[in-house]
Nanobody, 126 residues
């Protein structure tokens, strides 16, 4: 069992930045593909960024390319999502997820992730 805990959400004005963190205390996440998803009421959970376990290949949704950056610090068992140039449409609950399958690339589908955090709210005001 991997417990994930997100932090760093909050209220920010459009154009601002936030850095989300995902911690996996006591667990080594170097062998997990990691992802950041977001969800708004009535919509499916969307993968905004993902990073592979071995080669650090990354995936970004078109809506966040050039604005968001996913990174991982395996020594600290943490994953980050740097969000710049935030827009009101980025408002959502953001979730961190871990995939234990040792695939070759980042995992994009929510159904393939084994573990999820509780989520952190990000609100971008216009």
């Amino acid at each position: 069992q991997v417990q994930l805990a997100e932090s760093g959400g909050g209220l920010v004005q459009a154009g601002g930045s936030l850095r989300l963190s995902c911690a996996a205390p006591g667990r080594t996440i170097s062998h997990y593909a990691m992802g950041w998803f977001r969800q708004t009421p009535g919509k499916e959970r969307e993968c905004v960024a993902a990073i592979a376990w071995g080669n650090s290949n990354t995936y970004y949704a078109n809506s966040v390319k050039g604005r968001f950056t996913i990174s991982r610090d395996n020594a600290k068992n943490m994953v980050f999502l740097q969000m710049n140039s935030l827009k009101p449409e980025d408002t959502a609950v953001y979730y961190c997820a871990a995939d234990s399958m040792l695939g070759t690339g980042p995992t994009i589908r929510a159904s393939e992730y084994d573990y999820w955090g509780q989520g952190t709210q990000v609100t971008v005001s216009s």
